[in-house]
């Protein structure tokens, strides 16, 4: 002879729990469930459809839709090592270059390469620092330089320190001038040491 019961379980405010109905078999004491159904109307698990879950924290949301959101955040992670190790990757093989003494240029690289940083140090004159897509420097007089910035001095002594996320790429080779005229007149001044980091 087979019975039949039902369990109601009331859910509390915030609970979430299952209405379902069993029968047993009074011979064979076996017990099937025959429904479970969710007293909010969501489905628990989810399925395989489900999108990935968005919602605040007062929205109910499916297992299926959580764990894919948790997947998009794991490999957003992922993407963003990655493109900080490639730029780490890629900035493998700079190279440091630099003055032995005071000078009115120097030449940074003598090929295309890309410039990284650079410090510019000076005495008591004031300045521009020139940068020339070239492997020597112009002669005074009229020049159009690639990049160029002032430097001032304190009358005794100057520098400028600069760095590039963006490395500047040269195509020809990298020189950079000190001159006490500029941005377009060349005037060299030999009062300069010039330190780089070329790639």
Do not use: C
Request: no cysteine; proline share 4%.
């Amino acid at each position: 002879m087979a019975t039949t019961s039902a369990v109601d379980v009331t859910p509390g405010l915030g609970d979430h729990v299952a209405t379902f109905s069993i029968s047993e078999d009074a011979e064979t004491k076996k017990v099937q469930r025959v429904a479970i159904a969710d007293p909010l109307g969501a489905d628990i698990l989810g399925s395989e459809t489900d999108a990935a879950a968005t919602a605040t924290d007062a929205t109910p949301v499916s297992a299926v839709s959580l764990w894919k959101q948790i997947s998009k955040s794991a490999q957003a992670i992922a993407t963003a090592l990655a493109g900080v190790l490639s730029f780490q990757m890629s900035n493998s093989g700079i190279s440091r270059v630099g003055s032995t003494a005071a000078e009115a240029s120097h030449v940074l690289k003598s090929s295309a390469g890309s410039l990284y940083a650079l410090t510019v140090v000076t005495g008591a004159t004031s300045g521009w620092l020139m940068l020339f897509d070239a492997v020597s420097a112009p002669a005074d007089g009229a020049v159009t330089p690639f990049w160029a910035k002032y430097l001032p001095s304190d009358g005794t002594a100057g520098d400028l320190s600069l760095e590039w996320s963006v490395p500047l790429a040269f195509a020809t080779g990298i020189t950079a001038v000190f001159s006490s005229t500029g941005p377009f007149t060349k005037t060299g001044s030999t009062t300069a040491a010039f330190y780089g980091q070329v790639k």
